[in-house]
T-cell receptor, first 117, second 115 residues
Framework: GAVVSQHPSWVICKSGTSVKIECRSL??????MFWYRQFPKQSLMLMAT?????????EQGVEKDKFLINHASLTLSTLTVTSAHPEDSSFYIC?????????????FGDGTRLSIL | DQQVKQNSPSLSVQEGRISILNCDYT??????FLWYKKYPAEGPTFLIS?????DKNEDGRFTVFLNKSAKHLSLHIVPSQPGDSAVYFC??????????????FGTGTLLAVQP
């Protein structure tokens, strides 16, 4: 149980393109989902906390107009990288926590490798 | 400011021996700690956790030790197996005292278990 699916797993696109990444909880409901970014050989850095039915909470230094987050249902959160540039190239990972179980670990998707040419 | 640190970027261990991965933290508000295992191009997989009211938690071959006074935790894997080779991240959260339950990750330790 507690499977998180992330799609797509790999994206290559031209500079200026907007890219949408989906994060789905397949067998549970997730009131809260999290979006992380990982640069090579570095730690996972939390970008934002996505709450179903309300605005996402962004970490300091993360541009909310650049990284649009929508959490319209209890099983789906999306991250849209708007007007992506080469510096946005990174590994993006989402996680979800079972609703009502804040003391349980987050379950992660397999990540999306984003490469901007 | 790196609140969670894993000072060893890599560790090599012989199969069958014990692997000890270390993690230090600076924020005394952290009260919940987790270890995740990660393969390349995949998301992290949860291994084991411990709350600050305990100093040890065991699950099969995996044991996590917490030393609150030293702000240090460690993950012991025994016996180590080649399939354990991966990057291990420790993570911390102010789960019980905080409002957001955010996870702060360390930089990871690459474990290589030699057959």
């Amino acid at each position: 149980g507690a499977v998180v699916s992330q799609h797509p797993s790999w994206v290559i696109c031209k500079s200026g393109t907007s890219v949408k990444i989906e994060c789905r909880s397949l067998d549970f409901q997730a009131t809260t989902m999290f979006w992380y970014r990982q640069f090579p050989k570095q730690s996972l850095m939390l970008m934002a906390t996505s709450n179903e039915g309300s605005k996402a909470t962004y970490e300091q230094g993360v541009e909310k107009d650049k990284f649009l987050i929508n959490h319209a249902s209890l099983t789906l959160s999306t991250l849209t990288v708007t007007s992506a540039h080469p510096e946005d190239s990174s590994f993006y990972i989402c996680s979800a926590r079972v609703s009502g179980q804040s003391n349980q670990p987050q379950h992660f998707g397999d990540g999306t490798r984003l490469s901007i040419l | 400011d790196q609140q969670v640190k894993q000072n060893s970027p890599s560790l090599s261990v012989q199969e069958g021996r014990i692997s000890i991965l270390n993690c230090d933290y600076t924020n005394s508000m952290f009260d919940y700690f987790l270890w995740y295992k990660k393969y390349p191009a995949e998301g992290p997989t949860f291994l084991i956790s411990i709350s600050s009211i305990k100093d040890k938690n065991e699950d099969g071959r995996f044991t996590v030790f917490l030393n609150k006074s030293a702000k240090h935790l460690s993950l012991h894997i025994v016996p180590s197996q080649p399939g354990d080779s991966a990057v291990y991240f420790c993570a911390a959260s102010d789960l019980y005292g905080g409002a957001t339950n955010k996870l702060i990750f360390g930089t990871g330790t690459l474990l290589a278990v030699q057959p």
